[in-house]
């Protein structure tokens, strides 16, 4: 009793304000994995964190010493294999886990007026994502995250009137050079987890200001509550999700431990070159088409989902189809899919 | 009525129009010194972060021109690490026998590789193909009609130089740097010149 009345003398807020603070109503809707993805990947981001902070201590980002530590992480230090794969599958459930969020949202028209803007705070998110997987990737510095870089670089160069700019910004110099790694190392570890923590607490302040959207669904009964509180039934259903999530990514970790290829040599692009599986798509797409108009369509691509509440806006109040949306939505996963697929199959 | 007061009787402090001038003047000085007080801090930091282009070029000796038989290629790693594969056309003495391609793929930076069989350069990133001569042919490249860059050479008492960027860094500022010098061994098999149908698995090199 003497302690909760020390802290209560120094922060002054009461059961009933602490309640008020927590007690977001919640649609039960939320209760069903597929309408709570949104916090799947704030998990996960937490394990990258932790995890990304653990290996930090041994990595050394530097053309010559980077490939030998992550060799030492994984074969030397105890744990070291478990801990870096651990890393490298979060990672990956985390873009699965964004992506998933990001097509719930679209197919459910949750972006709609009023939260349009928190869409385009989700993109933000989406890239910001994408971005430090990119990093990442590259700081292993083997042969194919090193041409990886490398190309990414280049496309980045093909983009119009800012493209060198930005190639010279990300490779520290015209080509891969020796403070290109330090620049990865600094976008992944500090500069990228800082803007998706502040682009976190956007999006999760404005979930808060505009509340979760409700649906109503066919069989929900007429009478009925229809929310419940965040705290505690939400946050227990998170944890849930997180223990789940734990044993996954421990068995993934274990029974497909995060492998180390060829260190990089600048002399020899390999016979196959591929980028990390999220990538896959923007490399078929720049085999497909020349350099810039490659560049040009995936940016009006990417312009596109920016601004596509605005643009459904549109289509909705001036034409007759009204549910276009669902179906450019399934021509744009099928279309996702199927140049994944092919670029993973495909040698060349 | 206090000495500064206006004949009409009104303060200054209580005229409306000196009051809103001071207000207006005061948020024009203050957006103006945080956009130029950050603004300039933010350009500097921009201008830290961006890495100094001098473009200038330095000539490096490769190799003596008896050394390098015609047809026969050789690959030569500048000083900041940039590949170039030099082949020799003819026997005329002069620097115009040579032509030194970059073996970087200008599509996307990939490193080009040289397939005898097919008389030819290939890129395995995008599938470019560029001929002999360095001219695009096929795959993104070919559409977009680039060709490898090719680089300056000369020759001076029968040796070989080629100008070429000089080294990213500063003496003594950064290591390991990159060894200016023609690639022996199993990197060097990158050029025209080079069958391993006929032999030459030292890269066609043979001096």
Partial sequence: ?348 | MSDDSKPDGHSPAEDPDRRGFIKNTSRVAMTAGIVGGYGGFAAIAGRYLYPSRTGEVMWQFVSEVAGIDVGEAIRYKGPSGETINITRMARDGGSDDFIALSSTCPHLGCQVRWEAQNDRFFCPCHNGVFDPSGVATAGPPGEAGQTLPRYELKVEGGMLHIAVPPPQFAEGEAEPKHQAGIIEGEESISGPGHDPCLGGGDGGRNA
């Fill in chain 1, 1 to 348: 009793m003497g302690l909760r009345s020390w802290f209560g003398d120094r922060l002054p807020v009461s059961g009933q304000q602490f309640r008020e603070l927590t007690n977001e109503p919640v649609p039960y809707h939320l209760k069903r994995w597929w309408f709570a993805l949104g916090g799947t990947p704030a998990y996960l981001f937490i394990v990258q964190i932790f995890t990304g902070i653990l290996l930090a201590f041994y990595y050394e980002a530097s053309p010559t010493t980077a490939y030998e530590s992550v060799e030492y992480i994984t074969r030397e230090v105890s744990f070291g294999w478990y801990i870096r794969s651990v890393h490298k599958w979060a990672a990956t459930l985390m873009i699965v886990a964004v992506i998933l969020h990001q097509i719930r949202v679209f197919f459910t028209g949750a972006y709609r007026k009023p939260r349009e803007i928190n869409w385009i705070v989700g993109m933000c998110l989406l890239f910001a994502t994408l971005m430090t997987g990119f990093t990442g990737y590259s700081l292993v510095y083997e042969q194919l995250s090193f041409w990886g870089a490398t190309v990414g670089a280049n496309i980045a160069d093909s983009l119009p009137f800012v493209g060198t700019f930005m190639k010279r910004m990300m490779l520290a110099g015209d080509a891969y050079n020796q403070s290109t790694l330090s620049r990865f190392f600094i976008l992944h570890a500090a500069v990228l987890p800082v803007t998706i923590i502040m682009l976190l607490v956007v999006h999760i302040s404005i979930i808060r200001l505009q509340g979760v959207t409700e649906f109503k669904f066919q069989d929900e009964e007429e009478g009925v509550k229809k929310t419940f509180n965040f705290f505690p039934d939400h946050l227990y259903t998170e944890i849930l999700i997180g223990l789940v999530l734990m044993v996954v990514l421990s068995a993934l970790a274990t029974i497909l431990p995060a492998t180390l290829g060829p260190e990089a040599n600048p002399l020899q692009t390999p016979e196959v070159i591929k980028p990390e599986w999220f990538f896959y798509v923007a490399f078929r797409w720049l085999k497909l088409f020349s350099g810039t108009a490659a560049i040009l369509s995936m940016g009006f691509i990417v312009f596109v989902m920016f601004g596509w509440p605005f643009i459904d806006g549109w289509i909705r109040k001036n034409t007759r189809f009204k549910e276009a949306s669902v179906w450019i939505g399934i021509c744009g996963v099928l279309i996702i899919i199927g140049l994944t697929l092919w670029e993973a199959f495909a040698k060349h």
